[in-house]
């Protein structure tokens, strides 16, 4: 049987949506011309928008573990992110950063079990409120045409099919760790600590969102501020799917196609999300002097 390496496989779609954004660019003077729109405020209100993102995902990690059951103090929990947010940008990102987040863990006493079910579980929580967002933000776009042209069979299928996804994966494929872990999550005295971490996830969400929205501001000016926080919300829910680098190249895309639709210039969707992609990355890299403070102690 045929055996893909996952990271070269989001490595590749990557690279091949990227090429397929820059396809109907007459050369980088498309690129360069919309740099100008982009004002150094705007860069830097995106970069500390994005830190709180970062900032809040450390809070979010830090309280599961404590709900785990783990009396661990912030600062080791803020450091191993820190880790698994660097591995993320160089390993598929799931997997690097469960990988980087478990050397500082495990000398906190977390198994590499209990850290690949926080991620899990934060990750799911992650996904549903961003498709939640997404979905709300696609129905404003397209001005509610699309559910008033669905069939009542359309929409019980489209409520019916991921709960019956979510029984199978739940009764057969996860395995009985997974299990006891998720009857500890959905115990009646954890309905509390998991509205608090969905509280602390809608928040970065947030902020995510007001990342993209800001920047789409700068090229489309005209646009009803509701439209801004509609395609923002879409973009970043498509750019967090597992199935590119990072998101890299779906964000592109994305961002593009939506920016066109609501009377912008493709390129200039294409420019403002790669400032998003690189602020991202400089925001997670300017963590990494703080791993080297107390290095081998």
Not at 47 to 76: C, E, K, M, N, Q
Not at 136 to 160: C, H, K, P, R, W
Not at 230 to 259: D, H, N, Q, T, Y
Request: proline share 3%.
């Amino acid at each position: 049987m045929l055996k893909i390496n996952r990271k070269y496989f989001a490595l590749v779609v990557s690279l091949l949506l990227l090429i397929a954004a820059m396809a109907g660019f007459d050369g980088l003077d498309d690129v360069s011309a919309n740099l100008a729109l982009f004002r150094p405020g705007t860069l830097l209100t995106v970069a500390g928008l994005f830190l709180g993102t970062v900032l809040l995902s450390f809070v979010r990690i830090w309280i599961i573990f404590r709900d785990f059951g783990h009396d661990i103090a912030f600062y080791p929990v803020a450091k191993a992110c820190m880790a698994g947010n660097i591995g993320a940008l160089f390993f598929i990102p799931v997997f690097g950063q469960i990988a980087g987040r478990q050397i500082y863990l495990e000398q906190l006493g977390v198994t590499a079990i209990e850290n690949s079910a926080a991620s899990g579980y934060e990750r799911v929580l992650a996904g549903g409120v961003s498709a939640v967002f997404a979905i709300s933000g696609f129905i404003y776009i397209y001005d509610f045409q699309l559910a008033e042209n669905t069939a009542i069979t359309d929409l019980v299928m489209f409520l019916v099919a991921p709960l019956i996804a979510l029984v199978v994966f739940v009764k057969w494929i996860m395995n009985e760790q997974e299990k006891q872990v998720l009857r500890t999550l959905l115990s009646w005295g954890a309905i509390f600590r998991l509205f608090r971490v969905t509280l602390i996830v809608t928040a970065g969400m947030i902020l995510m969102m007001l990342c993209f929205a800001q920047m789409f501001s700068s090229i489309l000016p005209g646009a009803d501020p509701w439209q801004l926080v509609s395609i923002a919300f879409i973009v970043s829910f498509l750019a967090s799917l597992p199935i590119s680098f990072g998101g890299w190249g779906l964000r592109e895309l994305s961002s593009m196609f939506f920016v066109a639709y609501l009377g912008g210039s493709a390129e200039a969707g294409f420019v403002a999300s790669l400032f998003i992609g690189l602020i991202s990355i400089g925001i997670v890299l300017l963590f990494y002097p703080i791993l080297l403070l107390g290095k081998g102690r």
